[in-house]
């Protein structure tokens, strides 16, 4: 047989591909024929009834395929930017052939549009979408090649199983030989569109605002801007200080679920201390956002409830991406850049004195005031003590803030008047910029204050922080020799009077914990870890879906107080709602082992009992001891951040067990001198007297501080020697244990112990307190009515007492005095043993009225002329 060219070859086959595409839409016309008939249609529809409705009708149908049709032939359109042919040379001899699709008329393959054309190599032109100018000749041909790709994913529809296996097969032989990639059965029905995004991420930039309303008596305002989705609030800007065309500047990026949500913009004015004023809000509908494109968006500002003012607009920059991958993975991303943006170091220090105020406004009737001050810095506050009944209050106060800006920020600073029963008044405010003060350098500034009278003195001072960092464990200043040597110099003896505020430093390595509580409904926790030193805090990352997590990270802070302790919590993240405890440590400084990799058990919040989990942590403290001993003798910082005071049964107490038993210690101590005097016991007696002859006859003021000594030492040998004598602090730990299981009893079982039982607890305590109270003030009171001469009689023999004790003291030295009083006491029992011990001065005392025995006392003046209405509500029994 004479082998056949490979033209005639070409053309066999394009042959066969072309009938084959024709007997296939003749088989899709017969299949689809009923289905476009009206006839069935209502047919279907008149005899379905209720159930006929849920039916699809031929017409509804037919749409339904169109549109898979149309979605076939659209994805299985050729790129025309990368794949088309090369132009042919007339459109006629394009017409007028039946070329194989993929094939030019004279059987020749297609260049693709990249590839030079003829000899001059030209490129298409370009439209100003973008897209590539094509002559009719090249539509037609895509179309050609458009539908034998769209009649291969017709088979899905029109065909039989059986017979789809084999001509897919011949199909593909035919195409493939024509230069044609045909897809496999399993890929024949239309292709998937790729799924949504479970997550986005929406990155904005929040410039400026334009012609905002104007909210303060000065004609300018204090704008700051909200973002919220979904009723949540998810960002909020700094505050721009009068200013009606703030610049912000500021970068957040979100996790948005549901771009149906839009994302609600609201702006205020920031008013200290009172509610702040709407500015205006809108809405940016994310839906209509394109992604992965940065676009420029003026938001204008409204008034729901006066919508045709105008109050000014903002000016953003806002880019959506869909977030591909793991949504875990997304999430934990957007969440660690919150744990930076939370656990934020600070770059420096902001020391403020609060020294006095001057010609402060009068809010009392008595045309005086009782002023306190409130400081904020962002989210660090401060309030300082009430002077009562002053214009002129002398406060002398020092605390520090940190300072997280390099150019700045202001302190907000409101004055107000306390009221006992009612809202305190506001006095007056003012701010302090602290881009205009020069580091390292006190400033006395002298604040008027607006929306009042008078002015405020302060001191204010900006200091960089020297170490305060987070670090991985690879990177930590203590374990690098020459850096440990550096440090060590600076807090060395030598150097104990330069800048006595800065004590020392402390370094915390967080490596791990283990056996962790399980706070989530899946056994699993996400924990985090914040280390807390007076005021400053920081926190490490979140592991997540762990019981046994590794941080391995390494916290730097200044110790201002070496008798600070170092609290040190684990927390479970939780997305919508604020973290669950899962356990806590405090570490005082001064008990801390340099360089010991140790394991903590946690405690509960109390810090009273264990819970479950430990903590791994190696701590390193150097300081200077002159500066820490001299720290020791000025004020305690003050914690800004502070929980709520509750009422609590349990609190209670524990509280009354307390004093109580610092009241039988000196009761005990008391009864413990007297049974020297009572000679219970003539050995002790003997030694006693002889002991007190002896001091108070060679007494020097120096025995006081000596005496003083002398049980510090007596209680150190005993420590050294392995007899601690401090039972004290165990009694106490198992008294809050006890406390800390009632407690939990309380919240167990609270059905089983019953509401009475309570009640008398409490009442117990009530009681003791009250009678407590009662014998304190008492006496106060009967000492004020001695004086005041309550009782004459009494007031009299006041003074005859203290006229002899006067002359006594004159002529007699205080030494004798003392000596003859505590023979009296030492021999008393001995030259009368039926004599009844008591307190001259107690009993003088107890014979002068308290205010509450005068008021019952008083005799009530006589009515001439009492109505029976009166006589009555005076006489209710």
């Not at 017969?30 to 009708?57: D, I, N, V």
């Not at 010609?359 to 005086?368: F, V």
């Not at 001072?461 to 305060?468: E, P």
């Not at 198992?734 to 059905?751: Q, R, T």
């Amino acid at each position: 047989m004479e082998p056949k060219s490979p033209k005639d070859e070409g053309t066999a086959k394009g042959q066969e591909s072309l009938s084959y595409q024709r007997r296939m839409w003749k088989n899709f016309q017969g299949k689809t024929k009923p289905w476009l008939s009206p006839k069935l249609g209502s047919e279907r529809r008149g005899a379905g009834g209720a159930e006929g409705s849920k039916k699809e009708s031929g017409l509804w149908m037919f749409k339904r395929k169109k549109k898979q049709l149309d979605r076939v032939f659209s994805s299985s359109q050729p790129n025309l930017c990368c794949s088309p042919p090369a132009p042919f040379e007339g459109d006629k001899k394009s017409h007028g052939s039946d070329a194989v699709p993929g094939t030019s008329s004279d059987g020749q393959p297609l260049h693709p549009l990249g590839a030079a054309s003829g000899a001059t190599g030209s490129k298409p032109e370009l439209t100003a979408h973008g897209s590539p100018k094509l002559p009719v000749s090249q539509l037609i041909m895509y179309q050609q090649k458009s539908s034998s790709l769209g009649s291969a994913c017709f088979e899905k529809l029109v065909m039989d199983p059986a017979a789809l296996v084999g001509e897919v097969e011949q199909l593909r032989k035919n195409a493939s030989d024509s230069g044609i990639n045909i897809v496999g059965p399993s890929n024949a029905e239309p292709p998937p569109q790729p799924p949504s995004p479970a997550m986005y991420q929406l990155d904005i930039i929040l410039k400026k605002g334009n012609n905002l309303a104007i909210r303060d008596r000065t004609g300018t305002s204090d704008p700051y801007v909200k973002f919220k989705i979904s009723g949540k609030e998810v960002f909020r800007s700094k505050t721009i200080h009068k200013n009606l065309n703030p610049l912000w500047d500021e970068r957040v990026s979100l996790l948005v679920e549901n771009l149906k949500d839009p994302l609600y913009v609201k702006v205020f004015d920031y008013d200290f201390g009172l509610q702040d004023d709407f500015m205006g809000s809108a809405y940016l509908h994310l839906e209509s956002l394109e992604h992965q494109r940065t676009l420029d968006v003026t938001l204008d500002l409204k008034d729901p409830q006066y919508p045709e003012h105008n109050l000014g607009s903002l000016e953003l920059a806002v880019t959506l991406s869909p977030k591909e991958g793991d949504l875990r993975d997304a999430y934990q991303s957007m969440r660690l850049s919150d744990v930076h943006r939370k656990a934020q170091l600070w770059r420096g220090i902001v020391s403020i004195s609060l020294i006095e105020g001057l010609s402060l406004q009068p809010m009392d009737a008595n045309g005086l005031s009782d002023p306190y001050v409130k400081f904020k810095m962002g989210h660090q506050k401060y309030k300082s003590k009430t002077i009562p009944k002053t214009l002129n209050p002398q406060w002398r106060e020092q605390f520090d803030f940190h300072l997280y800006d390099e150019q700045g920020g202001y302190v907000d600073i409101t004055v107000w008047d306390k009221d006992a029963g009612k809202k305190d008044d506001f006095m007056g405010r003012c701010t302090i910029n602290l881009s205009h003060l020069t580091k390292e350098h006190t400033h006395k500034l002298d604040l008027p204050l607006e929306e009042g009278e008078g002015v405020l003195v302060l001191l204010v001072t900006l200091t960089a922080s020297a170490a305060v960092s987070i670090s991985d464990l690879s990177v930590n200043m203590l374990d690098d020799p020459h850096e440990r040597h550096q440090i060590m110099q600076r807090y060395s003896l030598w150097r104990s009077f330069h800048n006595l505020k800065d004590v020392g430093v402390v370094q915390v390595k967080v490596i791990r914990a283990e056996g962790l509580m399980a706070a989530d409904v899946t056994g699993k926790s996400d924990p985090f870890c914040v280390v807390e030193l007076s005021n400053d805090r920081l926190q490490t990352h979140t592991v997540y879906k762990n019981l046994n997590p590794e941080w391995n990270k390494v916290f730097t802070f200044n110790v201002k107080d070496i008798h600070s302790v170092l609290e040190v919590t684990v927390y479970d993240e939780d997305r919508d709602r604020s973290a669950d405890f899962l356990g806590k440590v405090a570490i005082p400084l001064l008990n801390i082992q340099n360089g010991e990799r140790k394991a903590y058990a946690l405690k509960s919040k109390e810090l009273t009992g264990p819970t479950k989990g430990v903590i791994f942590l190696e701590i390193d403290v150097i300081f200077n001891a002159v500066k820490a001993g001299l720290r020791t003798l000025i004020p305690i910082e003050q914690k800004y951040i502070e929980e709520e005071p509750r009422v609590s049964k349990q609190l209670l107490l524990q509280n009354f067990n307390r004093v109580r038993r610092c009241i039988m210690f000196l009761i005990n101590t008391g009864c413990y001198i007297n049974s020297c005097f009572e000679w219970d016991s003539p050995q002790r007696s003997i030694c006693a007297f002889v002991l007190f002859v002896i001091v108070v006859w060679n007494f020097e003021l120096y025995m006081i501080p000596l005496a003083l000594l002398l049980p510090l030492v007596w209680n150190y040998i005993l420590i050294v020697s392995g007899k601690d004598t401090r039972q004290d602090v165990q009694a106490v730990e198992d008294l809050l244990e006890d406390e800390d299981e009632d407690f939990d009893k309380d919240d167990k079982d609270s059905e089983r112990k019953g509401f009475m039982n309570k009640l008398y607890a409490i009442q117990d305590v009530c009681i003791s307190v009250q009678n407590a109270l009662d014998e304190v003030a008492s006496y106060g009171e009967r000492i004020k009515n001695t004086f005041n001469w309550t009782v004459p009689f009494l007031s009299w023999l006041a003074i005859v007492a203290f006229g002899a004790a006067t002359i006594i003291i004159y002529y007699i030295p205080l030494r004798y005095i003392v000596l003859a009083w505590g023979v009296n006491k030492f021999t008393k029992k001995l030259r009368d043993p039926y004599t009844i011990d008591n307190n001259e001065l107690l009993d003088f005392l107890s014979r002068v009225p308290s205010d509450v025995q005068v008021v019952q006392y008083r005799e009530l003046k006589l009515d001439p002329n009492p109505s029976p209405n009166k006589r009555k509500k005076n006489n209710p029994g």
